[in-house]
């Protein structure tokens, strides 16, 4: 494998991953978008330390996974209807041709 060492800063802590090379910019941009989430909490809403801001960017993220999760799932459904509508009329298509 293609692994590299790598140190990250989320709240002001630094954290050392071993991570793939092809997914190192993947955790940098994650990392990114954390602390970006965490000065928008931190400028918009009271806090006692970084812990409750951590929790707040947790918590989105977490929310919104969940919820992506849902719509693909809601999607797989009408794929696999669509799919099977599709199957169905080739088979009767077919059938009439007297190819089945």
């Known amino acids: 494998m293609n692994e590299l060492a790598i140190s990250l800063n989320i709240a002001d802590r630094p954290y050392k991953l071993v991570v793939?090379?092809?997914?190192?910019?993947?955790?940098?941009?994650?990392?990114?978008?954390?602390?970006k989430r965490i000065k928008d909490y931190s400028v918009n809403y009271a806090y006692k330390d970084k812990q409750d801001l951590l929790?707040?960017?947790?918590?989105?993220?977490?929310?919104?996974?969940?919820?992506?999760?849902?719509?693909?799932?809601?999607?797989?459904?009408?794929?696999?209807?669509?799919?099977?509508?599709?199957?169905?009329?080739l088979a009767e298509y077919l059938s009439e041709q007297n190819v089945l």
Do not use: C, P
């Open 55 to 89: 929790a707040m960017v947790a918590l989105e993220y977490a929310t919104s996974f969940l919820q992506a999760e849902e719509l693909l799932k809601q999607q797989e459904g009408q794929w696999e209807t669509k799919l099977n509508e599709v199957d169905r009329v």
């Open 20 to 35: 793939e090379k092809d997914h190192e910019e993947l955790f940098r941009k994650a990392t990114r978008l954390i602390e």
